[in-house]
């Protein structure tokens, strides 16, 4: 009986989690480097990319794009306990 509840849990999980990232598409950002991207949504919410490292968690927290010149960008997570933080060099 306990593992039908786990089990019950875990599909819970996982739905919700899917329920979140709808509307989010794998993108190509840079060569090699993909990320879950939003759409312009009805609600004019602009485009976002979802970090990578909150992929497993049943939230979307989205990177902060700052453009450092024509050559390169850097993208980093707006969450405060996280540290992704990748530079892609322009293509």
Request: net charge neutral; charged share 25%; glycine share 6%.
């Amino acid at each position: 009986m306990n593992q039908i509840a786990e089990v019950r849990e875990k599909l819970l999980c996982m739905e919700g989690a899917k329920a979140i990232f709808e509307g989010y598409e794998l993108h190509e950002v840079a060569p090699g480097w993909f990320a879950y991207k939003s759409g312009k949504r009805a609600d004019n919410v602009s485009v976002s990319y979802a970090c990578p490292e909150w992929h497993h968690t049943e939230k979307v927290t989205t990177l902060q794009v700052i453009d450092i010149g024509r050559q390169q960008t850097i993208y980093r997570c707006s969450s405060p306990s996280c540290r992704f933080l990748k530079t892609v060099d322009a293509w």
